[in-house]
């Protein structure tokens, strides 16, 4: 098969069957969504490592860092689903490089464990001297988590590189998390670790005081609202409720999507309404497409605090 037959095919199977190809041997990584499990106060955002700059000294604010945990990790959302074969690690090297010694390599589709338990492709046996790409058998996901397991590490990334196996099956196009990087905004925020923004942060993380859940203040007919930017024809949304108590302060929210501001966008059209979520579970609210802008969670009719660990819309 000549390559542009092979294109015509591509758009065919594109357009007709749902079906999506790797076209491009690019990093997949670069300037894609990324999160990680703590920030170190003095800088290491998490986007550092898909900056395209594989610069090691830290001092010069290219590389992440987490603060000492347990656990630390770090996650880049490709988007869609790959076969993904290489992955390439730039150390830190102006000091600490063994840090990432015993770091392991997960790929997958799932958040559970913040997407720590998806299939291990490698581990790193030694500490990087400087960049390194790391190949294995081709794993398909979404998700690339670097996994630091133990007591008291620090987990601290220059640059990581994505790559997928061009020439496997195709891989198939997964929906797109719209609130994902979007804006959100709250009706009152209830302290420094509860932004609205911690609901679309990536992180299903359902324990609200290690930071990735937005809480309102106590008060009457608290609400959430996402900005999507632009308009949508939404057809699922995905609330992730917090774990550690007080799971039946989200009995009776409604989700609303539409194009107005009015009531602070409380008066568009009601998509679905929450009976209960279980503690740190996340339920899915699926309802015929309605057009919108913003998506909001809202609690009516009495005082309440509202608290979202994760909120993720989709339009497929």
Not at 11 to 30: I, P, Q, Y
Not at 33 to 40: A, D, K, L, P, R
Request: aromatic share 8%; with cysteine; net charge negative.
């Amino acid at each position: 098969m000549n390559s542009r037959m092979a294109i015509r095919v591509i758009v065919f199977l594109t357009l007709f069957t749902g079906l999506c190809f790797a076209d491009s041997k690019g990093n997949l990584a670069l300037h894609a969504e990324v999160v990680q499990s703590s920030t170190y106060p003095e800088g290491g955002d998490a986007k550092r490592a898909v900056d395209g700059n594989r610069d090691s000294d830290s001092r010069r604010g290219s590389c992440t860092h987490t603060k000492s945990e347990f656990n630390p990790w770090w996650r880049v959302d490709l988007g869609n689903v790959y076969s993904i074969n290489k992955v390439t690690i730039t150390n830190r090297q102006d000091c600490c490089k063994e840090r990432l010694k015993g770091a392991q390599i997960r790929i997958g589709n799932s958040l559970d464990n913040n997407g720590n338990n998806n299939a291990l492709a490698t581990t790193i046996l030694t500490a990087p001297d400087g960049t390194e790409t790391f190949l294995f058998e081709p794993v398909i996901g979404r998700y690339v988590n670097i996994f630091l397991p133990g007591n008291d590490e620090i987990l601290s990334l220059c640059e990581v590189e994505v790559f997928t196996d061009n020439y496997t099956p195709p891989y198939i196009c997964v929906p797109r998390n719209l609130a994902l990087g979007a804006t959100a905004v709250q009706s009152s925020t209830y302290d420094q670790l509860a932004a609205a923004q911690k609901a679309i942060d990536g992180n299903r993380n359902s324990i609200r005081k290690q930071g990735s859940c937005s809480h309102t203040k106590d008060e009457k007919d608290p609400w959430w609202r996402v900005d999507l930017l632009e308009v949508y024809e939404v057809t699922r949304v995905s609330i992730t409720n917090r774990g550690d108590g007080y799971a039946q302060r989200i009995n009776g929210a409604q989700i609303r999507i539409g194009n107005s501001l009015e009531n602070n966008g409380n008066n568009n059209e009601l998509a679905a309404t929450v009976e209960s979520i279980p503690p740190g579970d996340t339920k899915t609210f699926e309802f015929k497409p309605i057009k919108g802008q913003y998506v909001n969670i809202f609690i009516p009719e009495r005082n309440e605090y509202l608290t979202l660990c994760e909120v993720e819309v989709f339009a497929d």
